[in-house]
């Protein structure tokens, strides 16, 4: 069963070895854990449901509680300190576009708010309750997740958008085909969530980012049934799909998505390299990206992630001989760690790592062969456990993520992890801040900066903290000149930054059409648009 108050599977565990936890107190001091609240403390406190009975809505405490809130840090303060606030006061299975279509009109026949709810692995806020006086239901899209069609000869797959990322593979796999988009989140996120909040997947150097990925499908909106049919391209205007891409549920609820699928892979390998500075690693991961080979993957860590991931990796005899050989190799205490991965025909992807291997060493990369890189591959969605064993020991972590040009990626860097460590010198704490450029192009990097720091004893000192953070990480982006998100959408944490990134006009813009298809205002309030500008 999925944790309610923390991430993933209540049966998997990620235990943080004697050295792990030694290098967390070294770094920022000794963690204090904290009592959590229980599951059925925080249910017995929600208050009775405001929605009358209806054959589609559960009005259940538990099924409430385990809806109310996403995976983002406010969230986890939320449900650990058990002070969850508002929750939905139903949440609906709808089996079909048509009973969705029939929720909406009941919900502005009763002037209820409606929040779509796909995996709950939000972490900017989206599934955040609004407290403005009108109930709230929250419609799970997790029964529409059946493969629907497949055309073998155009390559498109079209699916209920509440199918789970595991689920989306399996049935694809069977007919010897991929979506190959794979967030961290992939084991608890749905394809309609990807849609709405403009994901990006680990080897989305090869299979593209969502938007490419997405090529039709259905939109239930209060105004109305958004078909968006299916072309290989198309100049007729405004791309209706770019309308729906990124909207975090405010048009609608994506019911059915169509997405561009790939041939199975006969073959992956993932590789490490390490560089002895930033300087040499950002100038070769540049040159990759800029060189167009058809890689996967391509993940660079900064020095200190380099260290942190090599600390609590756990395996230290292991590390001690890579550490012997490395130095041996001039990578020294500021080594950069890239992993370079390649998909396709054997024969392809043998040429692609050479190929890659040729550059990186051009800029004294040393190799060390596939072993790290099928660790990484064995583990890629199990690192975000972590999370849950920080805080077992006393110790929060939060990430930021934003992508710039080349020339602005080593200041934005330094930039975000100067911000949060700064933050929290204001209250006596010390911050761990690490960082990597998670996706390439040939134009710039996303850039993803991880927070690690103590966890206080109370709700109010939590939340006091992460706002001091998240005001100073955020700025920084903005005064660096970063988009706000480059993978994890706006919701309400990011919303009050947005304005800087599109300007007076374009939220004008895009407060209008929020209106044209949510006349009322009842579609996720308070996400993505807030203030004036926003719907009624």
């Not at 009358?52 to 939320?78: C, E, M, N, Y």
Request: charged share 15%.
């Amino acid at each position: 069963m999925q944790r309610w108050n923390g991430w993933g599977d209540e049966g998997i565990t990620h235990v943080l070895s004697g050295e792990a936890l030694g290098f967390l107190r070294q770094r920022v001091g000794a963690g204090q854990p904290i009592l959590d609240a229980g599951f059925g403390a925080v249910c017995a406190g929600v208050p009775a449901s405001r929605l009358a009975p209806h054959p589609l809505i559960d009005t259940t405490p538990a099924v409430r509680v385990r809806h109310a809130l996403g995976q983002s840090l406010p969230d986890w303060f939320k449900l650990r300190h058990g002070r969850i606030g508002a929750v939905p006061d139903g949440v609906a299975f709808p089996d079909s576009g048509e009973q969705v279509r029939a929720l909406f009109d009941h919900a502005r026949d009763n002037s209820i708010v409606i929040i779509a709810h796909g995996g709950g692995t939000s972490v900017a806020g989206h599934l955040t309750v609004p407290d403005d006086g009108r109930p709230v239901l929250a419609v799970s899209m997790t029964h529409l997740r059946a493969l629907h069609s497949l055309d073998r000869e155009a390559q498109l797959a079209t699916f209920g958008a509440g199918v789970y990322g595991p689920d989306l593979e399996a049935q694809l796999r069977a007919h010897g085909y991929t979506l190959g988009h794979y967030p961290q989140s992939f084991e608890y996120s749905t394809l309609g969530g990807w849609i709405a909040t403009r994901s990006s997947g680990q080897q989305s150097l090869r299979y593209g980012r969502i938007e490419q990925l997405f090529a039709g499908g259905v939109v239930e909106t209060p105004g109305g049934t958004l078909a968006l049919p299916t072309f290989p391209a198309s100049a007729a205007g405004i791309d209706l799909r770019e309308m729906v891409l990124g909207s975090e549920g405010r048009l609608g609820i994506i019911t059915e998505a169509t997405v561009r699928v790939s041939p199975l892979p006969a073959h992956e390998a993932f590789h490490a390299v390490f560089f002895p500075g930033w300087q040499q690693a950002q100038a070769a991961v540049r040159q990759l990206a800029q060189a167009r080979l058809p890689l996967s993957l391509l993940r660079l860590s900064n020095a200190l992630e380099t260290r942190t991931m090599l600390a609590l990796a756990g395996h230290a005899r292991q590390i001690a001989w890579l550490q012997r050989y490395l130095h041996l190799r001039g990578c020294g205490e500021g080594q950069c760690m890239l992993m370079v991965g390649a998909s396709g025909a054997p024969a392809a992807v043998r040429a692609a790592i050479r190929s890659a291997l040729a550059l990186a060493r051009a800029e004294k990369g040393v190799h060390v062969g596939r072993r790290m890189g099928d660790k990484w591959k064995q583990g890629r969605f199990r690192n975000v456990y972590l999370r849950n064993a920080a805080w077992e020991h006393g110790y929060v972590i939060d990430t930021v993520e934003t992508a710039v040009d080349w020339p602005r990626v080593a200041a934005m860097m330094a930039a975000l992890e100067q911000a949060g460590t700064a933050a929290l010198e204001a209250f006596g704490e010390r911050v761990h801040a690490y960082t990597h450029l998670s996706h390439l192009y040939a134009q710039g990097a996303s850039v993803y900066t991880t927070y690690v720091w103590l966890l206080a004893g109370t709700y109010e000192q939590n939340m006091a903290r992460w706002r001091a953070l998240k005001h100073a990480a955020s700025s920084a982006i903005v005064a660096h000149g970063g988009t706000i998100s480059h993978q994890h959408g706006v919701g309400t944490d990011h919303a009050p930054y947005l304005a800087a990134e599109k300007g007076a006009l374009g939220m004008a813009a895009i407060g209008a059409l929020l209106r044209q298809f949510d006349p009322q205002g009842i579609m996720n309030p308070g996400k993505l648009l807030q203030g004036a500008g926003a719907p009624p």
